[in-house]
Protein backbone atom coordinates (compact mmCIF):
# COMPACT_ATOMS: atom_id res chain seq x y z
CA UNK A 1 0.00 0.00 0.00
CA UNK A 2 1.20 3.21 -0.83
CA UNK A 3 2.13 5.61 2.17
CA UNK A 4 0.75 8.87 3.13
CA UNK A 5 3.35 10.66 1.83
CA UNK A 6 3.75 9.05 -1.27
CA UNK A 7 0.06 9.50 -1.65
CA UNK A 8 0.55 13.37 -0.88
CA UNK A 9 3.93 13.77 -2.95
CA UNK A 10 1.61 11.94 -5.82
CA UNK A 11 -0.95 14.45 -5.78
CA UNK A 12 0.99 17.18 -5.33
CA UNK A 13 3.07 16.19 -8.57
CA UNK A 14 -0.43 15.81 -10.07
CA UNK A 15 -1.42 19.61 -9.34
CA UNK A 16 0.60 20.95 -12.29
CA UNK A 17 -1.19 19.07 -14.67
CA UNK A 18 -4.70 19.91 -13.30
CA UNK A 19 -3.74 23.52 -13.46
CA UNK A 20 -2.31 23.44 -16.75
CA UNK A 21 -5.55 21.57 -18.08
CA UNK A 22 -8.07 24.57 -16.56
CA UNK A 23 -5.96 27.30 -17.71
CA UNK A 24 -6.05 25.56 -21.44
CA UNK A 25 -9.37 25.16 -21.25
CA UNK A 26 -9.92 28.94 -19.95
CA UNK A 27 -8.04 29.89 -23.42
CA UNK A 28 -9.84 27.33 -25.45
CA UNK A 29 -10.50 28.18 -28.30
CA UNK A 30 -8.20 30.78 -29.43
CA UNK A 31 -8.19 30.02 -32.98
CA UNK A 32 -10.58 27.86 -35.56
CA UNK A 33 -12.41 24.69 -34.30
CA UNK A 34 -12.96 21.99 -37.46
CA UNK A 35 -16.20 19.10 -37.32
CA UNK A 36 -15.35 16.40 -39.43
CA UNK A 37 -18.41 15.23 -41.06
CA UNK A 38 -18.08 11.22 -42.38
CA UNK A 39 -21.24 12.71 -44.37
CA UNK A 40 -22.24 14.23 -48.03
CA UNK A 41 -23.89 18.08 -47.45
CA UNK A 42 -27.06 18.17 -46.39
CA UNK A 43 -27.63 14.54 -44.77
CA UNK A 44 -28.57 14.50 -40.61
CA UNK A 45 -25.19 14.56 -39.63
CA UNK A 46 -23.72 17.41 -41.49
CA UNK A 47 -26.90 19.56 -40.62
CA UNK A 48 -26.73 19.03 -37.08
CA UNK A 49 -23.02 19.61 -36.98
CA UNK A 50 -23.53 23.28 -38.81
CA UNK A 51 -26.33 23.87 -36.38
CA UNK A 52 -24.39 22.84 -33.53
CA UNK A 53 -20.89 24.47 -35.12
CA UNK A 54 -22.86 28.12 -35.97
CA UNK A 55 -23.47 28.29 -32.11
CA UNK A 56 -20.52 27.31 -30.64
CA UNK A 57 -18.70 29.83 -33.20
CA UNK A 58 -20.87 32.69 -31.39
CA UNK A 59 -20.04 31.45 -27.68
CA UNK A 60 -16.70 31.00 -28.65
CA UNK A 61 -16.15 33.98 -30.89
CA UNK A 62 -14.12 31.47 -33.48
CA UNK A 63 -15.06 30.02 -36.55
CA UNK A 64 -16.17 26.32 -36.61
CA UNK A 65 -15.90 24.99 -39.74
CA UNK A 66 -17.49 21.93 -41.12
CA UNK A 67 -14.93 19.58 -42.97
CA UNK A 68 -16.78 16.93 -45.05
CA UNK A 69 -14.61 13.76 -45.72
CA UNK A 70 -17.05 10.99 -47.31
CA UNK A 71 -15.96 7.72 -48.00
CA UNK A 72 -15.46 4.15 -46.56
CA UNK A 73 -19.01 4.05 -44.65
CA UNK A 74 -17.50 7.31 -42.60
CA UNK A 75 -14.15 5.82 -41.64
CA UNK A 76 -11.90 8.12 -43.34
CA UNK A 77 -13.71 10.90 -41.23
CA UNK A 78 -13.61 8.62 -38.40
CA UNK A 79 -9.92 7.95 -39.07
CA UNK A 80 -8.98 12.07 -39.84
CA UNK A 81 -10.49 12.69 -36.19
CA UNK A 82 -9.10 10.04 -34.39
CA UNK A 83 -5.15 11.20 -35.49
CA UNK A 84 -5.58 14.29 -34.72
CA UNK A 85 -3.91 16.01 -32.49
CA UNK A 86 -5.80 15.74 -29.21
CA UNK A 87 -5.70 19.82 -28.14
CA UNK A 88 -9.47 20.27 -28.92
CA UNK A 89 -8.83 22.02 -31.91
CA UNK A 90 -10.25 18.82 -34.55
CA UNK A 91 -13.58 17.10 -33.27
CA UNK A 92 -15.90 14.44 -35.22
CA UNK A 93 -19.54 14.84 -35.53
CA UNK A 94 -20.18 10.73 -35.48
CA UNK A 95 -22.85 8.41 -36.47
CA UNK A 96 -23.63 5.65 -34.11
CA UNK A 97 -23.68 3.29 -37.32
CA UNK A 98 -19.90 4.69 -37.81
CA UNK A 99 -18.79 4.06 -34.13
CA UNK A 100 -20.17 0.77 -33.37
CA UNK A 101 -21.27 -0.66 -36.89
CA UNK A 102 -18.19 -0.07 -38.89
CA UNK A 103 -15.93 -2.19 -36.70
CA UNK A 104 -18.22 -5.39 -37.23
CA UNK A 105 -18.82 -4.41 -41.01
CA UNK A 106 -15.20 -3.54 -41.87
CA UNK A 107 -12.28 -6.47 -41.91
CA UNK A 108 -9.63 -3.93 -41.71
CA UNK A 109 -11.01 -0.49 -39.60
CA UNK A 110 -7.81 2.29 -40.18
CA UNK A 111 -8.62 2.97 -36.32
CA UNK A 112 -10.19 1.68 -32.93
CA UNK A 113 -13.17 3.67 -32.58
CA UNK A 114 -13.72 2.85 -28.80
CA UNK A 115 -9.60 3.28 -28.20
CA UNK A 116 -9.15 6.37 -30.58
CA UNK A 117 -11.88 8.36 -30.48
CA UNK A 118 -13.39 10.02 -26.89
CA UNK A 119 -16.76 10.94 -25.99
CA UNK A 120 -18.21 14.48 -25.53
CA UNK A 121 -21.72 14.61 -26.01
CA UNK A 122 -24.24 12.92 -27.98
CA UNK A 123 -26.50 15.65 -30.51
CA UNK A 124 -29.59 14.34 -31.74
CA UNK A 125 -31.10 11.08 -32.72
CA UNK A 126 -33.52 10.31 -35.69
CA UNK A 127 -35.68 6.77 -36.05
CA UNK A 128 -36.54 5.28 -39.16
CA UNK A 129 -39.77 4.29 -40.67
CA UNK A 130 -40.82 1.39 -41.70
CA UNK A 131 -42.84 1.91 -44.87
CA UNK A 132 -44.34 -0.35 -47.97
CA UNK A 133 -45.38 0.79 -51.78
CA UNK A 134 -49.14 1.22 -51.69
CA UNK A 135 -49.80 -2.16 -53.00
CA UNK A 136 -48.60 -4.23 -50.21
CA UNK A 137 -51.73 -5.62 -48.34
CA UNK A 138 -50.61 -4.66 -44.91
CA UNK A 139 -51.87 -2.11 -42.46
CA UNK A 140 -50.06 -3.22 -39.81
CA UNK A 141 -46.02 -4.63 -38.79
CA UNK A 142 -47.76 -8.65 -37.86
CA UNK A 143 -50.06 -7.83 -41.05
CA UNK A 144 -46.62 -7.20 -43.07
CA UNK A 145 -45.15 -10.39 -41.15
CA UNK A 146 -48.42 -12.67 -42.36
CA UNK A 147 -48.15 -11.41 -46.17
CA UNK A 148 -43.80 -12.50 -46.09
CA UNK A 149 -44.51 -15.38 -44.92
CA UNK A 150 -46.77 -16.25 -47.98
CA UNK A 151 -44.33 -15.40 -50.47
CA UNK A 152 -40.93 -16.75 -49.31
CA UNK A 153 -38.39 -14.96 -51.14
CA UNK A 154 -40.09 -13.00 -53.46
CA UNK A 155 -40.30 -9.54 -51.33
CA UNK A 156 -37.81 -6.58 -51.22
CA UNK A 157 -36.31 -4.32 -48.55
CA UNK A 158 -34.59 -1.36 -49.99
CA UNK A 159 -31.75 0.66 -47.91
CA UNK A 160 -29.17 3.62 -48.94
CA UNK A 161 -26.54 1.14 -48.72
CA UNK A 162 -24.69 -1.77 -46.41
CA UNK A 163 -24.54 -1.53 -43.11
CA UNK A 164 -26.78 1.86 -43.07
CA UNK A 165 -28.83 1.84 -40.20
CA UNK A 166 -31.74 0.99 -43.03
CA UNK A 167 -30.19 -1.81 -43.77
CA UNK A 168 -29.42 -3.19 -40.13
CA UNK A 169 -33.29 -1.98 -39.36
CA UNK A 170 -34.29 -4.59 -41.70
CA UNK A 171 -31.83 -7.13 -41.05
CA UNK A 172 -32.71 -7.25 -37.44
CA UNK A 173 -36.77 -7.24 -38.71
CA UNK A 174 -36.01 -10.00 -41.08
CA UNK A 175 -34.04 -11.90 -37.93
CA UNK A 176 -36.68 -11.55 -35.02
CA UNK A 177 -39.71 -12.31 -37.86
CA UNK A 178 -37.90 -15.15 -39.40
CA UNK A 179 -38.85 -13.82 -42.44
CA UNK A 180 -37.31 -14.64 -46.24
CA UNK A 181 -37.17 -11.15 -47.88
CA UNK A 182 -34.55 -9.64 -50.25
CA UNK A 183 -32.05 -7.18 -49.47
CA UNK A 184 -31.88 -4.27 -52.42
CA UNK A 185 -29.25 -1.85 -51.81
CA UNK A 186 -28.92 1.38 -53.47
CA UNK A 187 -26.30 4.60 -53.28
CA UNK A 188 -28.69 6.84 -50.61
CA UNK A 189 -31.96 6.98 -49.91
CA UNK A 190 -33.43 8.93 -52.68
CA UNK A 191 -32.94 6.07 -54.93
CA UNK A 192 -34.09 3.67 -52.72
CA UNK A 193 -37.58 5.74 -52.10
CA UNK A 194 -37.93 6.71 -55.57
CA UNK A 195 -38.11 2.90 -56.93
CA UNK A 196 -40.06 2.23 -53.66
CA UNK A 197 -42.17 4.71 -55.03
CA UNK A 198 -42.34 3.21 -58.10
CA UNK A 199 -43.52 -0.43 -56.36
CA UNK A 200 -40.07 -2.31 -57.85
CA UNK A 201 -39.57 -2.88 -53.57
CA UNK A 202 -41.78 -3.95 -51.27
CA UNK A 203 -40.71 -1.76 -48.19
CA UNK A 204 -38.14 0.76 -46.74
CA UNK A 205 -36.71 1.25 -43.26
CA UNK A 206 -35.97 5.06 -44.33
CA UNK A 207 -34.83 8.32 -42.53
CA UNK A 208 -38.29 9.78 -41.36
CA UNK A 209 -37.72 13.35 -42.61
CA UNK A 210 -38.26 12.52 -46.25
CA UNK A 211 -40.68 9.75 -45.82
CA UNK A 212 -43.41 11.57 -43.26
CA UNK A 213 -44.68 14.11 -46.45
CA UNK A 214 -44.72 11.35 -49.08
CA UNK A 215 -46.88 9.21 -46.10
CA UNK A 216 -49.21 12.23 -45.32
CA UNK A 217 -49.68 12.51 -49.20
CA UNK A 218 -50.72 8.75 -49.02
CA UNK A 219 -48.22 8.02 -51.67
CA UNK A 220 -46.48 5.41 -48.90
CA UNK A 221 -47.90 3.72 -46.33
CA UNK A 222 -46.02 3.83 -43.02
CA UNK A 223 -46.47 0.73 -40.38
CA UNK A 224 -44.22 1.87 -36.99
CA UNK A 225 -41.18 3.91 -35.97
CA UNK A 226 -37.95 2.26 -34.84
CA UNK A 227 -37.10 4.09 -31.88
CA UNK A 228 -38.23 2.81 -28.60
CA UNK A 229 -40.78 5.22 -27.85
CA UNK A 230 -43.57 6.78 -30.24
CA UNK A 231 -41.44 9.91 -31.70
CA UNK A 232 -43.53 13.31 -31.67
CA UNK A 233 -43.48 13.45 -35.27
CA UNK A 234 -45.78 10.63 -35.60
CA UNK A 235 -47.36 10.39 -32.39
CA UNK A 236 -49.93 7.74 -34.33
CA UNK A 237 -47.42 5.20 -35.18
CA UNK A 238 -46.55 2.39 -32.91
CA UNK A 239 -43.10 1.46 -32.26
CA UNK A 240 -41.96 -1.86 -33.40
CA UNK A 241 -41.63 -2.64 -29.94
CA UNK A 242 -45.75 -2.44 -29.70
CA UNK A 243 -45.88 -4.15 -32.76
CA UNK A 244 -44.48 -7.34 -31.32
CA UNK A 245 -40.75 -7.19 -31.98
CA UNK A 246 -39.54 -6.54 -28.00
CA UNK A 247 -35.98 -4.59 -27.68
CA UNK A 248 -36.22 -3.53 -31.39
CA UNK A 249 -34.76 -0.08 -32.28
CA UNK A 250 -32.24 0.95 -34.61
CA UNK A 251 -31.53 4.62 -34.83
CA UNK A 252 -29.53 7.04 -36.27
CA UNK A 253 -27.55 8.97 -33.93
CA UNK A 254 -24.83 11.69 -34.43
CA UNK A 255 -22.72 12.97 -31.54
CA UNK A 256 -19.22 14.91 -31.04
CA UNK A 257 -15.56 12.90 -30.38
CA UNK A 258 -12.57 13.61 -29.97
CA UNK A 259 -9.22 12.44 -30.44
CA UNK A 260 -8.41 10.84 -27.27
CA UNK A 261 -5.98 12.35 -25.10
CA UNK A 262 -7.66 15.93 -25.42
CA UNK A 263 -7.39 16.89 -21.60
CA UNK A 264 -10.85 16.86 -19.53
CA UNK A 265 -11.50 20.47 -19.11
CA UNK A 266 -11.21 21.04 -22.41
CA UNK A 267 -13.89 17.89 -23.04
CA UNK A 268 -15.94 19.23 -20.45
CA UNK A 269 -16.53 22.82 -21.96
CA UNK A 270 -17.46 21.65 -25.23
CA UNK A 271 -19.97 19.22 -23.48
CA UNK A 272 -21.23 21.98 -21.78
CA UNK A 273 -21.63 24.87 -24.24
CA UNK A 274 -22.79 21.87 -26.96
CA UNK A 275 -25.57 21.70 -24.25
CA UNK A 276 -25.99 25.31 -23.90
CA UNK A 277 -26.01 24.90 -28.39
CA UNK A 278 -29.12 22.61 -28.16
CA UNK A 279 -30.83 24.18 -25.97
CA UNK A 280 -33.07 26.61 -27.26
CA UNK A 281 -36.70 25.49 -27.58
CA UNK A 282 -37.27 26.99 -30.94
CA UNK A 283 -33.80 25.23 -32.05
CA UNK A 284 -35.59 22.12 -30.67
CA UNK A 285 -38.96 22.79 -32.46
CA UNK A 286 -36.70 23.46 -35.81
CA UNK A 287 -35.10 19.60 -35.66
CA UNK A 288 -37.98 18.42 -34.38
CA UNK A 289 -39.72 19.07 -38.00
CA UNK A 290 -36.84 17.84 -39.40
CA UNK A 291 -37.38 14.60 -37.45
CA UNK A 292 -34.67 14.85 -34.90
CA UNK A 293 -35.09 14.79 -31.37
CA UNK A 294 -32.45 16.56 -28.81
CA UNK A 295 -30.13 14.52 -26.62
CA UNK A 296 -27.64 16.71 -25.35
CA UNK A 297 -25.84 14.10 -23.23
CA UNK A 298 -22.78 13.84 -20.75
CA UNK A 299 -19.49 12.27 -22.20
CA UNK A 300 -20.02 8.92 -19.16
CA UNK A 301 -23.82 8.59 -21.05
CA UNK A 302 -22.86 8.73 -24.99
CA UNK A 303 -19.90 6.33 -23.90
CA UNK A 304 -23.16 4.14 -21.84
CA UNK A 305 -24.85 4.03 -24.96
CA UNK A 306 -22.51 3.46 -27.47
CA UNK A 307 -21.23 0.38 -25.14
CA UNK A 308 -25.18 -0.80 -24.75
CA UNK A 309 -25.36 -0.34 -28.70
CA UNK A 310 -22.68 -2.41 -30.10
CA UNK A 311 -23.06 -6.01 -28.95
CA UNK A 312 -26.89 -6.30 -31.34
CA UNK A 313 -25.23 -5.01 -34.24
CA UNK A 314 -21.89 -7.61 -33.88
CA UNK A 315 -24.26 -10.14 -33.26
CA UNK A 316 -26.90 -9.46 -35.89
CA UNK A 317 -23.35 -8.50 -38.99
CA UNK A 318 -22.38 -11.88 -37.97
CA UNK A 319 -24.99 -14.26 -37.84
CA UNK A 320 -26.09 -12.45 -41.30
CA UNK A 321 -23.23 -12.65 -42.90
CA UNK A 322 -23.00 -9.16 -43.59
CA UNK A 323 -20.02 -7.29 -45.03
CA UNK A 324 -19.09 -4.02 -46.33
CA UNK A 325 -19.93 -3.91 -50.34
CA UNK A 326 -22.54 -7.06 -49.59
Known sequence: MMGQSKIVAALIAALPLAAAGEASAQSYPNKPVRVVVGFAPAGPADMI?????????????QPVLIENATGAGANVAGDRAAKAAPDGYTLLMASNAQIVVNPSLYERMPFDPAKDLMTISQSVFTPNLLVVHNDVPAKTVQELVAYARTQPGKLTYASAGTGTTQHLAAEL???????????????????????????????????IAPLVPLVREGKLRALAVTSAKRFGAVPELPTMIEAGFPGFEAVAAFGLMAPT??????????????????????????????????????????????????????????????????
Open 261 to 326: GVPQAIVNKIHQDHVKALGPADLRKKLADVGMEVIASSPAEFAAALAAERPQWEKLIKEAGIKAGN
Open 49 to 61: ARVVGDKLSEFWG
Open 173 to 207: FKSMAKLDIQHVPYRGATPAITDLLGGRVTMFFGN
